[in-house]
């Protein structure tokens, strides 16, 4: 019932930027959180940002200062600023939505289908 549709990713030297973008459509009731995550081969999948409906922000602390996440409520959409890339950014990045349906039920989790990142000389 609920579609993530992500975007953005691609190849870039390093101190490149890139922006993703996801949006949220289906049966959504209302939005609890939204966020990225990313995982790169043989490693667990890392919280990299997270936005919530109340408007507090969480940041993998290695990214902080340069990754920005923002979104627009009203679409639906979540984006990933980012800038200044490192090699150890690469990852393929995921886009995350915790999402209410109806009003009578709870929440859950939605994934996106991820995006490759690749930041190399």
């Known amino acids: 019932q609920v579609h993530l549709a992500e975007s953005g990713g691609g190849s870039v030297q390093p101190g490149g930027s890139l922006t993703l973008s996801c949006g949220a459509s289906g049966s959504i009731f209302s939005i609890n959180a939204m966020g990225w995550y990313r995982q790169a081969p043989g490693k667990e999948r890392e919280l990299v940002a997270r936005i919530t409906n109340g408007d507090s922000i969480e940041y993998l602390h290695s990214v902080r200062g340069r990754f920005t996440i923002s979104r627009n409520n009203a679409m639906n959409l979540v984006y990933l600023q980012m800038d200044r890339l490192k090699p150890e950014d690469t990852a393929v990045y995921y886009c995350?939505?915790?999402?209410?349906?109806?009003?009578?039920?709870?929440?859950?989790?939605?994934w996106g289908q991820g995006t490759q990142v690749t930041v190399s000389s």
């Open positions: 995350n939505v915790l999402v209410v349906s109806t009003m009578a039920s709870g929440p859950h989790d939605y």
